[in-house]
């Protein structure tokens, strides 16, 4: 497969075709620019067809079942250190999870860097593309030296939409992230 790149000199044309002969009619604007010169084209490098950690696609073929963990409480220890008391719900009858929470008292792998704190994320869909979240966190991370990062929503949570369909992100409240002194905030509404 090959590509095409037009390399022009600036200023084109703009003319406007009306497609059909009644007017008003829906307008098409073409660049016209005969200053254009076609670029040689550039091969595409080849990619694999095959991708190692990704399932294949077989037309007419059923989905795989998505494994899920099971509703209930669950305790992960450090490797070096401390617990993370984790509780998951489910909605309803389904296997989809609606909610984690997570406690960190004092979780560390490494014995240097520490995680303490909640963070508790709930979900729930208007419709098959619309997804709120409400969202709560305090974490702080202590390491060597001054490492003191964070997470925390405002008091009241972090709460927001987003449509998969429009791709546009809606919340309220707000929360910021803390790493080496640097605060790090949601994105902006309607991004």
């Given at each position: 497969?090959?590509?095409?790149?037009?390399?022009?000199?600036?200023?084109?044309?703009w003319?406007?075709?009306?497609?059909?002969?009644?007017?008003?009619?829906?307008?098409?604007?073409?660049?016209?620019?005969?200053?254009?010169?076609?670029?040689?084209y550039?091969?595409?490098?080849?990619?694999?067809?095959?991708?190692?950690?990704?399932?294949?696609?077989v037309?007419?073929?059923?989905?795989?079942?998505?494994?899920?963990?099971?509703?209930?409480?669950?305790t992960?220890?450090?490797?070096?250190?401390?617990?993370?008391?984790?509780?998951?719900?489910?909605?309803?009858?389904?296997?989809s999870?609606?909610?984690?929470?997570?406690?960190?008292?004092?979780?560390?792998d490494?014995?240097?860097?520490?995680?303490?704190?909640?963070?508790?994320?709930?979900?729930?869909?208007?419709?098959?593309?619309?997804?709120?979240?409400?969202?709560?966190?305090?974490?702080?991370?202590?390491?060597?030296?001054?490492?003191?990062n964070?997470?925390?929503?405002s008091?009241?949570?972090?709460?927001?939409?987003?449509?998969?369909?429009?791709?546009?992100?809606?919340?309220?409240g707000?929360?910021?992230?803390?790493?080496?002194?640097?605060e790090?905030?949601?994105?902006?509404?309607?991004?």
């Amino acid at each position: 497969m090959a590509s095409q790149v037009r390399e022009c000199a600036p200023g084109p044309r703009w003319d406007r075709f009306h497609p059909r002969g009644d007017f008003p009619a829906p307008e098409i604007n073409l660049e016209v620019n005969s200053r254009c010169k076609p670029a040689k084209y550039r091969a595409v490098r080849p990619v694999a067809d095959k991708i190692p950690w990704a399932t294949p696609y077989v037309p007419g073929a059923t989905l795989p079942e998505r494994p899920f963990p099971q509703a209930g409480s669950y305790t992960l220890k450090g490797k070096s250190n401390g617990t993370a008391e984790v509780e998951i719900h489910t909605a309803g009858n389904s296997s989809s999870i609606e909610s984690v929470a997570v406690t960190y008292h004092d979780l560390s792998d490494d014995g240097k860097i520490f995680l303490t704190g909640y963070e508790n994320a709930t979900t729930s869909s208007d419709s098959p593309t619309l997804n709120r979240i409400e969202w709560f966190s305090d974490l702080a991370q202590h390491g060597p030296g001054d490492m003191h990062n964070t997470k925390v929503t405002s008091d009241d949570g972090f709460h927001l939409r987003i449509d998969v369909l429009a791709n546009r992100f809606d919340a309220n409240g707000t929360i910021t992230t803390t790493i080496g002194g640097k605060e790090y905030l949601q994105p902006l509404n309607g991004a």
